[in-house]
């Protein structure tokens, strides 16, 4: 249950203005969206945040003032961001999973999401949709080939965290079965979970009246969420290099957990 999480423990990342992030399943990498570039993580024992370090090389993308979204595919070949603004899109191409080391190029799509800014961007039900966090307003667009950037449509799914917080703009993360959303504000130091009753449609949300309260460690510059959604763990992202780990008791509902970075 959210609203019994424990804070843990903190890691210093290395990454200036964190805007967005993302993680593998397993909680053994996490890419951090930053003034620029991208860094990548790495820990040793997944989602606890004492055993993680850089690896050491940037991804350098040309998205100044902090971007708006970044999430990979489920095998770890595809890394996609997107401004804070919106407009082009970019995708680049891992040789190695989860290996940022071994891009080896990147493709561009204009404006493939409209107008409008992006809090936070999710792969899902395997790269078929893409979730977009819009200022506590989510939506779906649909891909007709799986993880390409290039066949995306709204269709027209959405769905409104405003009767929680108007601030919703500190990223989102979904449960790899889709029935779980857990949401961050960017100040406030609040992140809410949302139970969806048919998996990866959004437009089945309600709130499951669970909050994790973490504004003993941060209230203002939060710019993602990450769930350990088997490790009922927790990581929040901070644009001032932080990240904080909780600890969920009873997972979220039966055996799903989850870990916000």
Known sequence: DMNNATYTQQYNSSTSQARAGCEKSDGTVVYELGNGYVREYKMTTGWDVSTASQTGTTLSTGITGGGGGITLSDDGT???????????????????????????GVVSE???????????????????????????????HSASTPYDITTLSDDANDFSTSAQSTNM??????STDG??????????????????????DISTSVFASQTLDY??????????????????????????????????????????GYKVV
Do not use: H
């Open 78 to 104: 595809l890394l996609t961001i997107i401004p804070l603004e919106g407009g082009s899109m970019q995708q680049w191409t891992f040789s190695t999973p989860w290996d940022i080391t071994t891009s080896t």
């Open 169 to 174: 703009r500190g990223g989102i993360d979904i």
């Open 110 to 140: 204009s404006n493939p999401l409209g107008m409008g800014l992006v809090r936070g961007i999710r792969w899902i039900n395997s790269g078929n949709k893409l979730l977009v966090n819009r200022d506590s307003n989510y939506e779906t």
């Open 215 to 256: 504004s003993a460690q941060s209230t203002t510059g939060t710019y993602y969420c990450l769930g350990g959604f088997s490790d009922s763990t927790i990581i929040i992202g901070s644009v001032y290099s932080r990240m904080y780990e909780y600890d969920v008791p009873d997972s979220f509902t039966g055996s799903i």
């Open 179 to 200: 029935t779980i959303i857990i949401c961050a504000t960017q100040t406030g130091g609040l992140c809410f979970k949302y139970d969806l009753s048919t998996p990866w």
